[in-house]
């Protein structure tokens, strides 16, 4: 994935203040909350549900819950299963309501390289909140906004409207977001949306670090992680789901961007999955 530009000054306009954290299993009744919520996977997998919709997660799996939004957790009976539950009120950041992160519900971040730095923060600001020492609610606090910003990094690819001035950038993401399956080409998008190619491909790469048409494809292959992980249906009706009458041509993006084919990414999570469930 390419690194994207989140902002030259801090986002946070108000420090987040720790509501709770907790650890240890999954909240598995549906429920909402009046403020927003980090959910950690730090050991195991298992899935998470949310508007009647359910995601696969597993170690390494950080989720940005915003408020009332009715979700749940699972995570299978395996030794080493472990999730974190972050709640955090009186946040503000730039050009957002307070306790308001995203535009969208929800965000599930698959942390890689940088599990080892989240997890990390996650046990500190667990044995800070537990001891109650000297000095603890500073470290907390310190702890809780450097875990938000780390969050919001590596979630851009979903939230950076959030935090751009660009009015232009802004219209033109989300009208990419809510119409990626449909979308014919480029020039559609200008010609929709009143705006010029040259300057559409110039605000994407100064916010997003990447051209339009690779954001288009990578809006489409999450899609298709999703179809793939979730149902049955075979690779050519994923890809028209996913706005490609070629097969053959989904196969190449899919590849190209997961360094994997589709048949082998479902074959994966399969296998995955089965042997979770024993």
Same mark, same amino acid.
């Given at each position: 994935?390419?690194?994207?530009?989140?902002?030259?000054k801090?986002?946070?306009?108000?420090?987040?203040?720790?509501?709770?954290?907790?650890?240890?299993g999954?909240d598995k009744?549906?429920?909402?909350?009046?403020?927003?919520e980090?959910?950690f996977?730090?050991?195991?997998?298992?899935?998470?549900?949310?508007?009647?919709?359910?995601?696969?997660?597993?170690?390494g799996?950080?989720i940005?819950?915003?408020?009332?939004?009715?979700?749940?957790?699972?995570?299978f009976?395996?030794?080493?299963?472990?999730?974190y539950?972050?709640?955090?009120?009186?946040?503000?950041?730039?050009?957002?309501?307070?306790?308001?992160?995203?535009?969208?519900?929800?965000?599930?971040?698959?942390?890689?390289?940088?599990f080892s730095?989240?997890?990390?923060?996650?046990?500190?600001?667990?044995?800070?909140?537990?001891?109650?020492?000297?000095?603890?609610?500073?470290?907390?606090?310190?702890?809780?906004?450097?875990?938000l910003?780390?969050?919001i990094?590596?979630?851009v690819? %979903?939230?950076?409207?959030?935090?751009?001035?660009?009015?232009?950038? +802004?219209e033109?993401?989300? !009208? /990419?977001d =809510?119409n $990626?399956?449909?979308i014919k080409?480029?020039?559609q998008?200008?010609?929709?949306?009143?705006?010029?190619k040259?300057?559409?491909?110039?605000?994407?790469?100064?916010?997003?670090?990447?051209?339009?048409?690779?954001?288009l494809?990578?809006?489409r292959?999450?899609?298709a992680?999703?179809?793939?992980?979730m149902? %049955?249906?075979p690779?050519?009706?994923?890809?028209?789901?996913?706005g +490609?009458?070629?097969?053959? !041509? /989904?196969? =190449?993006? $899919?590849?190209k961007?997961?360094n994997?084919?589709?048949?082998q990414f479902?074959a994966?999570?399969?296998?995955?999955?089965?042997?979770n469930?024993?």
């Open positions: 994935m390419s690194k994207a530009l989140i902002s030259k801090s986002i946070i306009r108000q420090r987040p203040e720790l509501k709770y954290i907790r650890a240890g999954a009744e549906p429920h909402e909350h009046d403020h927003p980090l959910i996977v730090s050991g195991g997998s298992g899935r998470f549900e949310v508007n009647d919709n359910q995601y696969p997660i597993k170690a799996d950080l940005i819950c915003c408020k009332n939004v009715t979700h749940s957790e699972y995570l009976d395996v030794p080493g299963s472990n999730i539950h972050l709640g955090f009120i009186k946040t503000v950041l730039v050009g957002m309501e307070e306790d308001e992160i995203l535009h969208e519900p929800f965000c599930i971040i698959h942390t890689e390289n940088n730095t989240i997890n990390t923060y996650f046990q500190v600001l667990m044995n800070e909140e537990r001891n109650k020492q000297i000095c603890g609610k500073a470290i907390e606090d310190d702890i809780m906004r450097v875990l910003i780390s969050a990094r590596l979630a690819y %979903d939230i950076g409207m959030a935090y751009f001035p660009n009015k232009a950038f +802004y033109a993401k989300s !009208y /990419f =809510r $990626f399956i449909e080409s480029i020039e998008v200008c010609e929709k949306i009143k705006i010029n040259f300057y559409l491909t110039h605000i994407f790469k100064e916010q997003l670090d990447m051209p339009p048409i690779r954001y494809q990578f809006k292959v999450e899609k992680k999703q179809l793939l992980t149902t %049955d249906l690779v050519g009706e994923v890809a028209l789901r996913c +490609y009458p070629d097969t053959a !041509y /989904f196969c =190449r993006v $899919f590849k961007l997961e994997t084919t589709p048949l479902k994966q999570a399969k296998r995955s999955y089965d042997t469930d024993r």
